[in-house]
């Protein structure tokens, strides 16, 4: 079955610093990829997406590229602030045969990114 | 637009005992899905519905029930809770699920 596979955290970052949180995914198809971010206490928000190969999904410095070859959508962000501490998430959504081709979501278990001033 | 919204936020239940979640889906969306995470996971895919329809379904057992109204909100529905049903439970929907989804805050449920 399909499956994201996410580097285990916590990632321990100071301020201004560069953040990459690698995620490689299984998937028969062509998924679309997406990242989200959850904050303590709230639920998941949508950081960013991709739908096909090759393209770059970016919002509020976060930035991500589909790479086919390699099955991986990396996060990264050039320096990071004490406000983007939480746990993000790396999931796909792909076509599945056994639910008569819906769409699936897929999650990965999470990084935990904790930014000190 | 209105986003999706949660009910209630927190519920505490005796093993044994059933319990319904209930979800409004954000306007225009006609997918949702439910999933449990549980501390520190990811969140695991229980099932979705689609125009009121279960059209797919996670790891979870018959117990794991739920319906989805002509106005797209939803309701999950646990019976016979066990102690590990205690977890966030999180509804999300989206537009066919293609182009991502928007989550609610989720439901803490803890079963004692």
């Known amino acids: 079955g399909d499956s994201v596979t996410q580097m285990e955290g916590p990632v321990t970052l100071s301020e201004e610093a560069f953040l990459t949180i690698n995620c490689t995914y299984t998937a028969t198809g062509y998924p679309s990829l997406f990242w989200y971010v959850q904050y303590p206490g709230e639920g998941l928000q949508l950081l960013l997406k991709?739908?096909?190969?090759?393209d770059k999904g970016s919002n509020k410095g976060f930035e991500a590229t589909y790479r086919k070859e390699t099955t991986s959508f990396h996060l990264e962000k050039g320096s990071v602030q004490v406000s983007d501490s939480a746990v993000y998430f790396c999931?796909?959504?792909?076509?599945?045969?056994?639910?008569?081709?819906?769409?699936?979501?897929?999650f990965g278990r999470g990084t935990s990114l904790i930014v000190h001033p | 637009e209105t986003g999706v919204t949660q009910s209630p936020t927190h519920l505490i239940k005796t093993r044994g005992q059933q319990v319904t979640l209930r979800c409004s889906s954000q306007s225009g969306h006609n997918t949702v899905s439910w999933y449990q995470q549980a501390l520190g996971q990811g969140p695991q895919f229980i099932f979705q519905y689609y125009r009121e329809e279960e059209n797919g379904r996670g790891n979870f057992p018959p117990r794991f029930s739920g319906l989805q109204f002509p106005n797209y909100s939803s309701e999950l529905n646990v019976n016979a809770l066990e102690l590990d049903d205690s977890a966030l439970y999180l509804c999300?929907?989206?537009?066919?699920?293609?182009?991502?989804?928007?989550f609610g805050s989720g439901t803490r449920l803890t079963v004692v």
């Open positions: 991709a739908t096909k190969a090759d």
């Open positions: 999931a796909l959504s792909a076509r599945s045969r056994s639910s008569g081709g819906s769409y699936i979501p897929t």
């Open positions: 999300a929907s989206s537009l066919e699920g293609t182009y991502g989804y928007t």
